[in-house]
């Protein structure tokens, strides 16, 4: 799989600020949390941290707890235990109204009954700023934004593109020291995502502070974020840089996400032997448990046993769904080792797949890749 | 016309004809007799007594009826207390229905059952319940008469306070209803840009639920303008500081019934008034 690794030229400025230098006396600048969430049967516990200029992308399934994270964040969900240090500032206790951070909603929540303007003057406004300065500091974002031509615009009148703007002006104004985008690209539709994900992208590496943003979607995350923090049932099951987390997926939820065929088990030399089945023959030599994983179109699928072929990394299985993947088709099988597969429409017809066929199934050692767990 | 015809009349050209044919349909075809003339009869029951109003109504003495002295000064009374007493449940009916609908404390579904009980309480009760408290010998009457020398019962301010007493649930319960409705999570956005909770209701949550605010209150005024067993009962029946319209109605009829009908008429008239003003909002979503 390509990896959208960020590669703009902002980059090159970020990453030096990523790691900074600790100081002496106080705590280095940035985002230190340690966020305990329990809500009945609901657990969250998730550390972050990060430099001024990070983008922290929170990643997950459904119910994951990453919204709570970013709740607990904002002061909106209290914290049952833990912390929320903000350049060296304790904000644990403070109250939402009261924290220098900046909320992007998912639906943007933009007042209906205000302009654009005065939405965005909203916070300074609350802040202590008069109409005039408040709307005056608005404008400025406004046009930084693009949408000058919009400011008196209410917000059933700005398309899905223009109100995301809106709102991130909105959060942006109060000069956030922390800003927070919840599902920032998911109201839009495919197209104005394109658009509206490079801008995003921009605006978030000219934010001079902290960005989190929660997301599902593996590219907004990979595109918008330096790192990655997958969140599973409450806890942290990953972070890393999305090259390393596409590199080397610890989850299946993660390995569905990048697209990879993920399998744990006990290596010894070219062999692992999986948890639940077969083997594995793989180039690298381990010891000890392992990940084994590799592209769904390293995958080749046979009718009938190959023959001459080796017995290594051929296992018996039977279709168990077929979808179009682009002018892919991508089988879903099982048997003797769950996998997924690629392969073209004319493949797919020559080898007359259909949901309950028997097929034959080989990996390239070549293909496979595996690292310690 | 022919059955072949009905598909014909749905899909066709957009002329009067066919919705008029529908509807004829609808009053004839399909309607069970033992619905339909109980409804009907249900109709003629709650029109003809309007009509009767109507049909009696001294239309020639009601111009001097109506700019007589004592009706003028029954219906301005009942303007300004009932108007008083919609300012009153505002004032305070706002807030409890947000403390209703955004807070949570022990006992709220009680408190929120105790709020709607003087929407069936019969209204003289209400008039007893209030002479007990705020009373002469009340239980916070008799504080106020001898601390601050203030009687309420039989003035135009136990006037309003009758009113309100009867008017501000229907307020409470039509705003708590609009909150609910309201997405709470403006109020966090208003939140995280620097609004406390009360710069929050008031700048974001107010303007949004205002039509919800103005339905209330339109209700409420309607309900304390024709107001009468609270009122005669707590604040007494004097002309020109406690006589409001329904009492003014209810003595003319023991003297001077032309009286009480040109006074029906006008109570009448504003009630039609208020019904179209709320016709937005209710007569359109049961369609």
Known sequence: MTTPHPTSPND????????????????????????????????????????????????????????????????????????????????????????????????????????????????PRCRGAGRAEARSRAAAWLDRMGLADHAGARP????????????????????????????????????????????????????EAVSVLVTHDPLDAMVLADRLVVIEDGRVVQEGTPADIA??????????????????????????????????????????????????????????????????????????????????????????????????????????????????????????????? | MTPLDKPGAAT?????????RRAGTGGRRGVPLPLLLPGLLALAFLLLPLLALLVRAPWRSLPDQLTSAEVWQALRLSL??????????????????????????????????????????????GGVALLLALGRNGVIGRWLDSWFGITLPFTTTGVVIAEAFVAMPFLVISVEGTLRAADPRYEEAATTLGASRFTAFRRVTLPLIAPGI?????LAWARALGEFGATITFAGNFPGRTQTMPLAVYLALQNDPEAAIALSLVLLAVSIAVLAGLRDRWMTTTS
Do not use: M
């Open chain 1, 12 to 123: 090159t400025d970020r990453h030096p600020q990523r790691r900074p230098q600790p100081q002496p006396q106080s705590e280095p600048p940035g985002l230190d949390a340690h966020l305990i969430v329990d809500r009945g049967a609901f657990h969250l516990d998730v550390t972050l941290t990060a430099g001024p200029g990070d983008v922290l992308a929170l990643l997950g399934p459904n119910g994951a707890g990453k919204t709570t994270a970013l709740r607990a964040l904002a002061g909106l969900t209290p914290l049952t235990a833990g912390h929320l240090h903000l350049d060296g500032t304790p904000l644990t206790d403070t109250p939402p109204e009261s924290r220098p951070v900046g909320v992007v909603f998912q639906d943007y929540l933009l007042f209906p009954h205000l302009s654009a303007l005065d939405n965005v003057a909203f916070g």
């Open chain 1, 156 to 207: 059933r009148s700005l398309s899905g593109g223009q109100a995301q703007r809106v709102a991130l002006a909105r959060a942006l104004a109060t000069g956030p020291r922390l800003l927070l985008l919840d599902e920032p690209l998911a109201a839009l539709d495919a197209r104005t995502r394109l658009e509206v994900r490079a801008q995003l992208r921009r605006h978030l590496a000219a934010f």
């Open chain 1, 247 to 373: 590199r080397h997926p610890r989850t299946d939820y993660i390995a569905q996400l990048v697209g990879l065929n993920l399998y744990r088990g006990q290596a010894a030399g070219h062999t692992v032997r999986l948890d639940a089945g077969p083997a594995i023959t793989t180039t690298e030599v381990l010891s000890g448990p392992v990940f084994v994983a590799f592209p769904p179109s390293a995958v080749t699928l046979f009718r009938d046993r190959p023959s001459g072929a080796s017995a290594r990394n051929l296992w018996r299985c039977e279709v168990a769904g077929l979808e179009t993947h682009g002018d892919q088709i991508r089988a879903d099988l099982t048997g003797e080792l769950p996998l997924a597969a690629d392969l073209t429409t004319v493949a797919a017809a020559e080898l007359d797949l259909h949901p309950g066929a028997p097929v034959w199934a080989t990996v390239k050692a070549t293909q496979t890749h595996a690292y310690p767990a």
């Open chain 2, 12 to 20: 066709g050209p957009r002329t009067d004809r066919p919705r008029r």
């Open chain 2, 80 to 125: 300004v207390t009932a108007t008083a007493a919609t300012a009153v449940s505002l004032v305070l009916g706002v807030p409890l229905a947000w403390l209703l609908a955004r807070t949570e404390f022990p006992g709220r579904g009680l408190v929120r059952a105790l709020v709607t009980l003087p929407l069936v309480l019969p209204p003289v009760v």
């Open chain 2, 214 to 218: 103005a339905a209330g209150a339109v």
